[in-house]
């Protein structure tokens, strides 16, 4: 497989630079989820040769400066994130240990670790594209499992004090029915936000925002089931067998309940990081809730005729997830082809290359030719990077942030040459 830079096309390359309105190609739109307005497509920066040209005008120069302190944003979100994390148990553990005991704690702990997992590896799959930083993931986990988990616990009697009940039924009824939709979610989606303004350069899409949706839920189900798994132990008469339905009502029917209930603001929130806009992230924070609490609302509402319910509208809920999934992902691999394209018209990557990066079965192939001269780990890099490329790639085209972006896009080239180096030599 070629690694190294091509050369272009004869001709002066396009000025990637230059005003708006530059050729637009029939196929800068693959898809829906990457759609370009002409007039902010810009052509890929030309390649002349190795080492590469510089390319960023003097006047974005300063933005060089910005875009190396966004890398300081991820360190300052992992920090804040652990140490409210660390904070939350305080109040989460008691809780936790007042209601299931410390024998119904520890086996609860141990049993909410199975849907967990599941949860986790449906996360690893979608994630295989372009993986998310693994500190942005365990922000996302600590926020679900701990954050999230005591902010319901901090809002949740002001929710109750202000309305009145006839009786302990109609308590618990508001409780599963309004209550837990809407303070949970909000307390789950707050961790969405705070990623999507904090750390928005990891953050470029519907499929991340799938990603870190489901991670925070996963996180957030971990502790409730750890509370259901142990109140089954600690409060019946006949914990084992109370333990089993419990188990496998919340662990083989329903692992990913409140990941799909995320999941749905998280896609929201993840369209609207495609535009790069603040006020649009927080828009589509509110909005994304409003599905998020309804799904809950829905499934805690479901009584007597619950098997019913389950079947005919659960069930189906669950393979529309899992097909919107899917299209995320095809959708993602046509952006990503793309955009490489793109840049290997103007010479960074040879057709063939694109082909090899652009498909799992391509990538698969390019890890065994590099396996073969134990070079895979480099070759993994590089096909990191050339996805983050796409991306940058697509951030510039939505036109917001143009010069930052750019000034990413030139570092991250930088980086592909020096990535071919180290696959090739």
Same mark, same amino acid.
């Given at each position: 497989?070629?690694?190294?830079?091509?050369?272009?096309?004869? !001709?002066?390359?396009?000025?990637?630079?230059?005003?708006?309105?530059?050729?637009?190609?029939?196929?800068?739109?693959?898809? =829906?989820?990457?759609?370009? @307005?002409? &007039?902010?497509?810009?052509?890929?920066?030309?390649? @002349?040769?190795?080492?590469?040209?510089?390319?960023?005008?003097? @006047?974005?120069?300063?933005?060089?400066?910005?875009?190396?302190?966004?890398? !300081? &944003?991820?360190?300052?979100?992992?920090?804040?994130?652990? %140490?409210?994390?660390?904070?939350?148990?305080?109040?989460?553990?008691?809780?936790?240990?007042?209601?299931?005991?410390?024998?119904?704690?520890?086996?609860?702990?141990?049993?909410?670790?199975?849907?967990?997992?599941?949860?986790?590896?449906?996360?690893?799959?979608?994630?295989?594209?372009?993986?998310?930083?693994?500190?942005?993931? *365990?922000?996302? *986990?600590? =926020?679900?499992?701990?954050?999230?988990?005591?902010?319901?616990?901090?809002?949740?009697?002001? *929710?109750?004090?202000?309305?009145?009940?006839?009786?302990?039924?109609?308590?618990?009824?508001?409780?599963?029915?309004?209550?837990?939709?809407?303070?949970?979610?909000?307390?789950?989606?707050? !961790?969405?936000?705070?990623?999507?303004? %904090?750390?928005?350069?990891?953050?470029?899409?519907?499929?991340?925002?799938?990603?870190?949706?489901?991670?925070?839920?996963?996180? /957030?189900?971990?502790?409730?089931?750890?509370?259901?798994?142990?109140?089954?132990? %600690?409060?019946?008469?006949?914990?084992?067998?109370? +333990?089993?339905?419990?188990? +496998?009502?919340?662990?083989?029917?329903?692992?990913?309940?409140?990941?799909?209930?995320?999941?749905?603001?998280?896609?929201?929130?993840?369209?609207?990081?495609?535009? =790069?806009?603040?006020?649009?992230?927080?828009?589509?924070?509110?909005? !994304?809730?409003?599905?998020?609490?309804?799904?809950?609302?829905? =499934?805690?509402?479901?009584?007597?005729?619950?098997?019913?319910?389950?079947? +005919?509208?659960?069930?189906?809920?669950?393979?529309?997830?899992?097909? &919107?999934?899917?299209?995320?992902?095809?959708?993602?691999?046509?952006?990503?082809?793309?955009?490489?394209?793109?840049?290997?018209?103007?010479?960074?990557?040879?057709?063939?290359?694109?082909?090899?990066?652009?498909?799992?079965?391509?990538?698969?192939?390019?890890?065994?030719?590099? %396996?073969?001269?134990?070079?895979?780990?480099?070759?993994?890099? /590089?096909?990191?990077?050339?996805?983050?490329?796409?991306?940058?790639? @697509?951030?510039?085209?939505?036109?917001?942030?143009?010069?930052?972006?750019?000034?990413?896009?030139?570092?991250?080239?930088?980086?592909?040459?020096?990535?071919?180096?180290?696959?090739?030599?």
């Amino acid at each position: 497989m070629p690694t190294y830079p091509q050369q272009p096309s004869p !001709g002066p390359p396009d000025d990637p630079y230059r005003g708006a309105g530059g050729y637009f190609p029939g196929q800068a739109n693959p898809s =829906w989820m990457g759609h370009v @307005q002409p &007039g902010n497509y810009r052509a890929a920066p030309g390649h @002349q040769g190795s080492p590469v040209a510089p390319v960023i005008p003097p @006047q974005v120069e300063g933005s060089l400066v910005r875009a190396a302190r966004t890398r !300081g &944003g991820l360190v300052g979100v992992t920090v804040a994130g652990s %140490a409210l994390a660390f904070l939350s148990l305080f109040l989460v553990i008691p809780f936790l240990l007042s209601n299931t005991g410390a024998a119904g704690f520890l086996i609860g702990f141990v049993a909410s670790l199975i849907p967990l997992s599941v949860v986790l590896l449906a996360v690893h799959i979608i994630d295989r594209w372009e993986p998310e930083p693994k500190r942005l993931l *365990f922000f996302a *986990f600590t =926020w679900g499992a701990a954050v999230s988990v005591a902010v319901t616990l901090l809002i949740q009697p002001f *929710f109750v004090i202000a309305f009145q009940f006839s009786d302990v039924p109609d308590l618990q009824t508001y409780m599963a029915t309004v209550q837990a939709p809407v303070v949970e979610e909000f307390a789950k989606s707050l !961790g969405l936000l705070i990623l999507l303004l %904090a750390a928005r350069r990891h953050f470029d899409g519907p499929v991340d925002g799938v990603v870190f949706a489901f991670t925070i839920a996963g996180g /957030f189900a971990f502790t409730e089931n750890i509370l259901y798994f142990g109140r089954a132990i %600690a409060e019946s008469s006949s914990p084992a067998s109370d +333990f089993a339905q419990v188990f +496998f009502l919340r662990s083989v029917m329903s692992p990913f309940a409140h990941a799909i209930f995320t999941g749905t603001t998280g896609l929201i929130m993840g369209f609207a990081a495609r535009r =790069w806009h603040a006020g649009a992230s927080v828009g589509a924070f509110f909005v !994304g809730l409003l599905p998020a609490m309804f799904l809950h609302n829905r =499934w805690n509402s479901m009584g007597q005729g619950f098997l019913l319910d389950y079947i +005919f509208v659960q069930v189906p809920i669950f393979v529309l997830a899992v097909g &919107g999934i899917i299209l995320l992902r095809v959708a993602e691999k046509r952006l990503t082809r793309q955009r490489l394209l793109e840049y290997s018209a103007a010479g960074w990557f040879t057709p063939a290359e694109v082909q090899l990066l652009a498909t799992r079965a391509g990538r698969r192939t390019a890890l065994a030719w590099a %396996a073969s001269s134990g070079r895979k780990g480099q070759m993994r890099e /590089f096909l990191k990077a050339a996805t983050q490329l796409a991306n940058t790639r @697509q951030r510039i085209l939505s036109g917001r942030d143009v010069p930052l972006h750019q000034a990413e896009e030139r570092q991250q080239l930088q980086r592909i040459v020096t990535l071919r180096e180290s696959v090739t030599r």
